[in-house]
């Protein structure tokens, strides 16, 4: 089930990023995309 959350933010930016499963796109994103640049790297 989703569920969407409403926030009143003054004077700050904010991007919220989860999958699907719950994990934040912040977190394991710079992980994937280091690991995919040493591949091509390589």
């Known amino acids: ?3 969407i959350y409403e926030f ?3 004077d700050m ?3 919220v990023a989860v999958d699907s ?3 934040s796109i912040h ?5 994937h995309w280091q690991q ?6 390589a």
């Open 21 to 23: 499963t719950g994990e």
């Open 8 to 10: 009143e933010v003054v």
């Open 13 to 15: 930016p904010v991007t």
């Open 27 to 31: 977190k394991t994103g710079p992980t």
């Open 36 to 41: 995919e640049i040493q591949g091509i790297a």
């Open 1 to 3: 089930m989703e569920a």
